[in-house]
Every structure is written in C-alpha cells, then in structure tokens.
C-alpha cells in the first residue's frame, strides 16, 4: 500500500503555487509531536537528499467523527445473533461518522492558512470531506512537518525510487485532526499474491486419484473447483448483486482472453463479460493483458457465472520514481480505490483483492486509516475479502527482520489481511485430502501469521487461544501473541488453469482461492436474496461463530518460511488455513438459505 506523496523537479512549478506563508513554521518547533516514523527497510539505501527544488504532493489524511461509534455499529450488524444482523449502513449513514467534524475542519484549515495553503490550492478533496490533496515547494512541506528530512531512497534488487521521510511530526494542536499523511515514512511496494505464470502442457498432467473425477493437480479448472466445493449443481439468478475485482499495478483484464477461458471451461456462459470502471484514470489496456487480471475475472466467472461482476482499475503504482512532468498525484492507488467506492449509493457484495505488503513496510498510522477506511464499506455490506500473501510467516530467514533499528528476527506478518475488518483467505493444493500449498508443489505458500499492529478482535480470541495452546512455546519469539491473526479461511490456490493472450498456462497464488472464495460468498448471497434475506456483508463473526461448521477441515502441511517450518495445519482454526475450505451446500443451510 503505498502513498500518494508525488514529487516533481519542475522549479517552474514553484512559482504557480503562489503561496504566501514563508518556509518557517508560524508553529514553535517546541509545539510538534511526532505523528509517524518507520526505519529504512531491508533492501532499501538512502541515495541522495533532496536537492530543495522539489514540489511535494501532500495528501491529508483528517480524523473521522465517530470512528469507533461505526466499528461498535459494524459489530452489531455483522453479529448473527443481534437484532440488527445484516441492517448494513448506506453511504449517507457512513458519512454521518467518517465526514470530519467542525473542530477538526476548523484547526486543519487555519493550520493550512497559516502556511499559505488556501482553498484555490486544493486539488483533490474526498466525497465525505475527509481527505485533502495540495502541492507546496519542499522548504514549505518541511516548514509543515517538523523539518521532516526528505530524501531520495532506491531499493537495492528492483532500482525503484522513493522521494519520501522516513518520520514527519505535526503540531500539537493539529496532530489529534489528521489520521496520516500519505506518502511519507511508507517503503511498502506493492504485491500481487501469485506465483508466475506456468505454461503446462496437456501431457504434464498428473491425474489426482481423488473425487472429483474432474481435478488434474497440474491444471485445476472451472469444473474441478465447482465439483470440489459443491456449486456446480447450484443454479444462480445472478440478481441483485455483483462482485468487485480490485485491479491496481497497471493489470488488465482482457475480454479475448476471458472468451477463450468461457469456451474452454464455462461454454455455458459464452458472452459474459465483466463490467469496468476507471478509478482515478485507471485503464484497462486490451493490448496488454496481465496474468494477476486475468487470473482474478476469469476465477469469478468460471465460479460465480452469471453473477455481474466489476473490475475496478485504479490508476498509480505505489512506488514512486521522480518524473519531472508529472504534476499531480498518482500513488495512491489503494486509498484512492477505498475512497472512491464508499461513498457510492451503490456497491459490490463482495470485493476481492489479491494485493498486500509486509505490515512493517507500512507504516502504522497509514494502516489504521486504510483498515478504518475498510471498516466503512464492511459497515455498508460489502465482504472485503484479502489474499493472505504467498510466503507463508515470511520468505527467506534472511529478509526476515524487524524493522525497528534492533533488527531483530521475526515472523512477517502481511496487510491489510492484519486489518480486523477484512476476511483473510488463504490458499490449499490437492483434493484427497487438501492440503497447505508449498513452494515445491505450488510455487507459493499460503500467507499466515499475527499482526504487530492491530490487537487481536473478540471474534477470534477463542479459536486463536485454542491454537496457541496447543503448539505450546513454538517460535514464541518470533511473532505477536496478542495480535490479529489470519488467514480467516481457505480456498484452492494451486495451478489454475487461465488463458493469458491467448495461451492457457496455470497460476498459483492466494490471487487464486481469494476471488474463487469471494464467489462462493457471492452464491450464498444469490441463495440467500431468494429466502428474502439481505447479503452477509462482514464475514468473520459469522465464520468464528460456526466453529468450523460448514468448512472443510485442513490438518496437514505448514505455513512455512524465514528458515522455519512454520504454523502448523492442525485440527479445528490455525493461521495457516484458517477454518478450511468452504463446504457450499452446508453453508448454503448455516446462513439461513
């Protein structure tokens, strides 16, 4: 997730922002607090300071009203067994916590007046107010925060640049009024969970001795994952919803590819096609199709056909490279997408996203403000369904490193599946029985872990406690025993078989069981609108209530990784699967449809 701090090197610039504060600070420096700060991670080197020409973007992050008001709602109506289950909220109910309040509008503006920013300056500002973009010369941003120290970093293995703060402060008085600054103290690069792409061939399949009779291991297909989990028999209306597809990383989905796929794999559904919607000038290039977009619509049309479904392409890739001619912002794509779609009247039922970062690469007032941001569109109904990540606690023992200065070894935890208001789904290879994916098998392991950031909710502490108990002291140093923990649930990940220009080849990755489950949540949905019942919206009370009811149990392998063997698959919840893998006919009857 990664921030919108847009620099450019343009001195022409400066002259038409017309600002007439000075560059110090109308704040004492006694007055200033720290706000956020994050170490230089691994794979990342200081290259140069600035050079006091630039101009910097600053996208302004101000406190919600009633933030904890909307989660205490959030709890009511996503708990089967209040009065209020599934009354989700509608945009104007949201604005009514998330809009900022008098107070909070009043110190943020006279602090910006103070430094010359007036409102001809602002050139983007959020649907509930909330958020406020503007640009000032270098010596004006630092003036703002604290002297914040920006320079110029470059990561050692992709060459990407970032011109950004590793800490930044506000005044005392302002502080309280702004959640983050977006752009400043983030390293997180941005990730789509899966494997490769993997050419295989009709004769490199190796057949599965399981049932169904219709899964190859080596090239799972539509038919496989609707035998497995029981949805090819069910017959969707395909009303009153749609499904939404986040597409960031300039990944787009391709209508040739999708038909290829439809003919191969769902003949019934020739001339389906996904719906597209640009966030931010996102585009959806028919002449470069990519593996991650195709992946995700084709996995929802294969599964959830004829349920509508959206793909929503944001434009901007989080990390920055200076570029001299860009004078507007483009690297937020996460919250701008977050931004853009909660203050719509109307909204998917489900969104899936198959993108994440290492939690310590993002830092911690951003992540609180996107899982807030992501708690506002649970309250309004929509299941916000996240891959786990593909590399299990954390890839190499190497990388595996604290990022506090102390460089101390731990477990990597990944967000937003650290957010408590997202459905972290992880990712199972086989049939008979399934199994945790591996990188020799798969290429990928299913992403698990505990957050350093967010405290573990009420929904989980009695399935996390029962796990704890039973691995004892096992690599208790290396990650939070207090924290969230995830994956939620599980669906296959392993080697699907997708068309990608023109050519099908098989794809592993959480990207692969995220919009898969996402589906199956959509056909419950379906079932659930024909028993006059409304969507079900925010999952996890729902799924910790079940106790594992309605899942397929996952008891072997283990969520390796950082030279570990990991969190073991054990009986009942785990962070490596979750609750398992979804039984569709016997959730179709625990959720009343």
């Known amino acids: 997730m990664r921030l919108p701090l847009l620099v450019t090197l343009l001195p022409l610039l400066l002259a038409s922002l017309a600002l007439a504060a000075p560059s110090s600070s109308p704040y004492a420096p006694s007055s200033f607090i720290r706000k956020d700060s994050i170490a230089i991670p691994a794979g990342w080197a200081k290259r140069a300071p600035a050079t006091g020409n630039e101009v910097v973007h600053l996208h302004l992050g101000l406190a919600k009203r009633d933030q904890l008001g909307l989660e205490a709602r959030l709890q009511q109506i996503s708990d089967p067994d209040h009065a209020d289950y599934g009354k989700w909220l509608s945009a104007d109910d949201v604005a009514e916590y998330f809009s900022p309040s008098a107070e909070t509008r009043s110190i943020v503006s006279r602090w910006l007046q103070a430094h010359g920013v007036e409102e001809s300056h602002v050139t983007k500002r959020s649907d509930m107010g909330n958020s406020i973009s503007f640009s000032v010369p270098l010596a004006q941003a630092r003036a703002m925060l604290g002297d914040a120290d920006f320079a ?309 502490k009695k399935a996390v406690a029962g796990y704890l108990a039973k691995i004892g002291n096992k690599h208790a140093n290396l990650y939070n025993h207090t924290g969230r923990a995830y994956p939620d649930i599980a669906a296959q990940g392993s080697r699907f078989k997708i068309a990608v220009k023109g050519k099908f080849g098989a794809v592993s990755g959480t990207s692969a069981s995220t919009p898969l489950f996402a589906s199956i949540v959509a056909l419950l949905n379906d079932a659930r609108f024909k028993a006059g019942k409304p969507q079900l919206g925010f999952l996890n009370p729902l799924i910790y209530g079940l106790e594992g009811k309605g899942f397929n149990d996952i008891t072997q392998g283990s969520a390796t990784g950082c030279g570990t063997d990991g969190f073991p698959a054990l009986e009942g919840w785990d962070p490596a699967v979750g609750y398992g893998t979804p039984q569709f006919d016997t959730l179709k009857k625990l959720v009343g449809a």
């Open 152 to 460: 110029y970093f470059q990561h050692r293995d992709s060459g990407e640049e970032r011109f950004t703060a590793t800490s930044y402060s506000l005044p005392r008085e302002v502080a309280p009024h702004i959640d983050a600054v977006f752009g400043l103290a983030n390293f997180a690069r941005g990730a789509s969970f899966r494997a490769p792409y993997k050419m295989v061939m009709d004769d490199d399949l190796e057949a599965s001795s399981a049932a169904p009779s219709s899964c190859q291991f080596n090239l799972v297909t539509a038919q496989c994952l609707r035998d497995l989990y029981g949805t090819a028999d069910y017959k969707p209306s395909g009303k009153g919803q749609f499904i939404g597809i986040s597409g960031f990383l300039e990944e787009y989905a391709n209508y040739d590819d999708l038909a290829q796929y439809e003919a191969d794999q769902r003949p019934d559904a020739k001339g389906y096609k996904f719906s597209e919607v640009s966030i931010n000038g996102g585009l959806n290039d028919q002449s470069k199709p990519g593996g991650e977009a195709s992946l995700d619509v084709q996995t929802v049309a294969g599964i959830a056909y004829p349920i509508n479904s959206t793909y929503y392409s944001t434009a901007g890739r989080p990390p920055f490279k200076a570029d001299a001619f860009t004078p507007t912002n483009t690297n937020e794509p996460y919250e701008d997408e977050l931004n853009y779609l909660i203050g719509l009247k109307k909204l998917p039922s489900v969104l899936s996203t198959s993108y994440g970062d290492d939690e310590q690469t993002v830092p911690l007032e951003y992540a609180k403000r996107i899982c807030s941001d992501i708690a506002g569109l649970t309250a309004r109904g929509v299941s916000m369904l996240y891959a786990s990540g593909d590399n299990g606690v954390g890839d190499t023992a190497s990388v595996c490193k604290s990022n506090d200065g102390k460089n101390t070894t731990m477990f990597l935890p990944t967000f937003p599946s650290t957010c408590p208001w997202v459905t972290s789904v992880g990712a199972t290879m086989r049939f008979d029985p399934e199994v945790v994916t591996t990188k020799e098998a798969s290429f990928i392991i299913s992403g698990s872990g505990f957050s350093n950031y967010f405290p573990r909710p009420d929904y989980q």
